[in-house]
């Protein structure tokens, strides 16, 4: 399957062998502003992404080209495990959803994806909370849109990433931690994809997974664990044209 | 009973964080040809709690602004402070706190007083970063 949009984490080309390579294959790279941890390359020219809010951990950018839907892309490396406790991790998350609010009712548009290095599991504080990153792990649970916690109404995200943990299709995450504390866990999957539930219905639940080679390049060592990087990338596929044609297909990779 | 407030009190003369950064994005206007602006605005009771030990009464974030490529908004920085403005407490951004040597575990510090301010506030404006994400709004204005 050949990308259309590729996002990296932590990605640094300052000699711009990646875009040479890229352009290629016809990939343009979207312009930084603030955040400079996120790389962004596409098939689709950089006029159709415009940037809207950002930190240094977050890019918000919509997407809006006339032949697909548009889309609010919320492009992440949010703070390591090592240097944030649960609550910053929340606290975080309730920020970046603050923000991720704030432009959809400015845009009027609640079709959100979020990508990247959450540095958070699919059942982390800030990825299921009221108020954060409130995600589902069910779909159809999801569609109901939103819930009232204490009073307060708190809208949903699907989010598919569930589907990566355990070792079904191998490997059993994005990233390998061997951690000495007595709660351990060592397979993480840190790097994600979460919808909101009016446009998960255009995901390809099929599609998601982690990749462990690209071309003839193999992302694992002789023990199955990260190499190159130390995590894993994810790939997905969302049908996002306005037309129900073959030819509208997004495919969304990213690498963190 | 007898009055036992003083006889007047007078207004408090000491600039904060919050004025200090306000008349600094009236003066980005001008330098910018009103391209690129900032703004100051204040945080919610949730991110008051959290970006503060104990809970300050006034909290702040810093953006600059792209006027002309749809509102963008760049946070610079949150800050915080009680009704006495000093001390206040700051959190950067993390490439800009790598760039002032501020601890980057936390990208926090604080200040004491408003010629501490001054000061911080003049490295934090004078920083590559901020030179850096200023220069691309510009770029990407045109």
New interface residues.
């Given amino acids: 399957m050949e990308a259309n949009i590729l996002i990296l984490a932590e990605h640094d080309d300052k000699d711009g062998q990646l875009l040479h390579a890229l352009s290629a294959r016809h990939f343009f790279s979207v ?6 941890r996120i790389s962004v390359f596409s098939q689709f020219e950089p006029k159709y992404f ?8 977050y890019s918000i950018m ?1 997407f809006r080209n006339p032949e697909f839907e548009t889309v609010l892309f919320g492009l992440v490396h949010l703070s390591s495990k090592l ?1 944030s406790t649960d ?2 991790q929340l ?1 975080e998350a ?2 970046f959803i ?1 923000d991720i609010e704030a432009m959809e009712q400015q845009l009027g548009n609640k079709n959100t994806i979020l990508i990247g290095d959450f540095n958070m599991d699919p059942f982390d504080l800030g990825m299921t909370t009221a ?1 954060a990153i409130q995600c589902l792990s069910c779909l159809e649970s999801a569609k109901a849109g939103s819930r009232k916690a204490k009073g307060r109404e708190h809208s949903f995200f699907y989010n598919p990433s569930w589907n990566l943990l355990g070792d079904r299709s191998r490997p059993a995450g994005t990233y390998f931690y061997r951690d000495p504390h007595h709660r351990v866990i060592y397979w993480h999957v840190l790097d994600q994809v979460v919808l909101r539930p009016g446009i998960a219905t255009r995901f390809d639940k099929q599609s998601l997974r982690i990749l462990t080679e690209i071309g003839d390049v193999n992302l694992l060592d002789e023990r199955g664990k990260p190499a190159i990087s130390d995590h894993l990338p994810i790939c997905f596929s969302i049908d996002l044209a306005i037309q129900q044609t073959n030819t509208g297909t997004a495919n969304e990779e990213l690498v963190a | 009973m007898k009055n036992l407030w003083p006889e007047q009190f007078e207004e408090s003369t000491t600039d904060s964080l919050n004025t200090m950064l306000e008349e600094q994005a009236k003066l980005l206007i001008t330098i910018t040809k009103g391209i690129v602006s900032a703004e100051v605005i204040e945080l ?1 009771e ?2 008051k709690l ?2 503060a030990s104990g809970s300050p009464d006034f909290a702040y974030r810093f953006n ?1 602004v ?1 006027k002309f ?7 610079v920085m949150i800050f915080w402070h009680d009704i006495t403005f000093y001390p206040a407490g700051v959190k950067f ?4 706190a790598k760039e002032l040597q501020i601890d980057q ?1 936390k990208n926090r510090a604080s200040v004491s007083n408003a010629l501490e301010a001054e000061v911080l506030v003049t490295r934090v404006l004078g920083s590559e970063r901020v030179r850096s ?1 200023v220069g ?2 510009l ?2 204005s045109k």
Wanted: net charge negative; hydrophobic share 20%.
């Fill in positions: 312009p930084q502003i603030g955040c400079r415009t940037h809207r809010r950002e930190t240094d951990r919509e240097y609550t910053d606290m309730s920020h603050e108020g | 919610g949730m991110s959290h970006e600059l792209g490529i749809n509102d963008y908004k760049f946070q951004d993390g490439q800009l575990t994400v691309s709004i770029r990407l």
